[in-house]
Structures are given as C-alpha cells and as structure tokens.
C-alpha cells in the first residue's frame, strides 16, 4: 500500500522555465512534507519542507505547495537550471518531530538547455 | 563539517553470508535511521534510534536484520543468512533528534549491497 504516490516517474523542462513535481498522499495523519534531491551514488539532500499547518512554502527557486482537502503536493522550481537535474523524492512524516519518513517512488528531472 | 558517513560503500556477498554495514552520523546526532532503497522505489524505513536504543524497528523486513547502536553514535546493521532479495541500497540518515520542530534527517551516500 503506497501512501506517498509520485505518478510520474520522469519529467523534462527545458532551462529558464518552470519544474513542476506533483506527489499525492493517502494518509490524513500525515503532518509534515518534505522533498529530497537526489544525484546519482549520492544519498537524497533536503530541498524544501512543509507543515500542514500552511499551504505555500518557499525558498529562492524552490516552492511547495500543499492542498491538504486534496492530499496533494507539488515543487516548482522556477527557473530550472540544468543542476537541477536529478531524481526528485516527496516524503511525509506523522509528527512535527523526530520521526520515519515515508518516500514516493520519485520523479527523474532532467533540464535540457 | 562532515556529514553522514557509511562504509562500506559497496558490498557484494553471496547467498547465505552474513554481512555488517556501518553508519557513522553527524557529530552531536542523537537520532539515527535506517532505511533501504530497492531499484526504482523510494527508500523505505527500516529502523530509528534516538540515543541507544531502537525507537521504532517496525520496517524490519524479518528477523535475519537486526541493528545496534550501542554508544549511542555509531550503528551496525546486521544481516544474517542473506538472500538475493537483500540486494539494495541501504541509506543511513541521521538527526538532532529534536522535539518540537522540524527535525531534518541528513542522509549519508549509502552502501550498495549485491548477493549473489
């Protein structure tokens, strides 16, 4: 039973424009959403995170936003930039604090020049 | 400052073997996870230590994984009697392990496990 769904696995944009990351969610205990970057031979790197409690995060070229009546949520990244090319992780956590974190499959994003 | 290190970085044994991967957190950690990444899946949560002991073990596939993190940095995870199923990445991540706040887990390169 996947409770984080990243539904597609691959995704092109071309440099200067917009990267759109979408993940759905099934669980409603859920209450903090992050995304990780990931190279390859490297280990996932933290990009952005959000709380439940807000629905717009963001962080220089990166933003989340989440839709809770709709358990979904999506990264923009605007511009892309070709080093923004790599798989792309949505994770949830039940708590605020210490906690497992439960991963999508990922989303491959390649940006062309 | 160093970040989450694990060793080794590869690691291929055949069937039946026993191996041991390490996991070296980030100094001052005291929240340490385990997770394990097949082929074109997400990682998956195995177990989580905060200090000694094991918080939550309840992603442990079976009773052939076991994990210690007996001073409270370091952690082993051990896997007896392998099976070609084993076969993934195994992630280590660590985390202040703070409450009341987002606690980001900071992961390490993974070991490659391959059974033959």
């Known amino acids: 039973d996947q409770q984080v769904k990243q539904n597609s696995p691959s995704l092109s944009v071309q440099e200067g424009r917009i990267s759109i990351l979408n993940c759905d969610y099934t669980?409603?205990?859920?209450?903090?959403f992050l995304w990780y970057k990931k190279y390859p031979a490297e280990g996932p790197t933290f990009l952005i995170s959000?709380?439940?409690?807000?629905d717009k995060n963001e962080d220089g070229r990166f933003t989340v936003f989440l839709n809770k009546s709709a358990k979904h949520l999506s990264l923009h990244i605007v511009p892309s930039q070709p080093g923004d090319s790599a798989v792309y992780f949505c994770?949830?956590?039940?708590?605020?604090?210490?906690?497992?974190?439960?991963f999508g499959t990922g989303t491959r994003l390649q940006v062309f020049p | 400052g160093a970040g989450v290190s694990q060793t080794p970085s590869n690691k291929v044994t055949e069937k039946g073997k026993y191996v041991e991967l390490r996991c070296d957190p980030i100094?001052?950690?005291?929240?340490l996870y385990w997770y394990r990444q097949s082929l074109g899946q997400g990682p998956e949560f195995l177990i989580y230590?905060?200090?000694?002991?094991?918080?939550?073990d309840s992603g442990l596939p079976n009773d052939r994984f076991f994990a210690v993190r007996p001073e409270g940095s370091v952690s082993t995870l051990k896997i007896q009697r392998t099976e070609r199923g084993d076969s993934a990445v195994y992630l280590c991540?660590?985390?202040?392990?703070?409450?009341?706040?987002?606690?980001?887990?900071?992961f390490g390169p993974g070991t490659r496990l391959t059974v033959l």
């Open positions: 959000i709380s439940s409690i807000k």
């Open positions: 994770a949830a956590s039940k708590a605020y604090n210490t906690d497992k974190l439960i």
């Open positions: 669980n409603s205990m859920f209450d903090y």
């Open positions: 991540a660590s985390s202040e392990g703070k409450t009341g706040g987002l606690d980001t887990q900071y």
């Open positions: 230590f905060q200090g000694t002991g094991a918080a939550d």
């Open positions: 100094s001052g950690h005291t929240a």
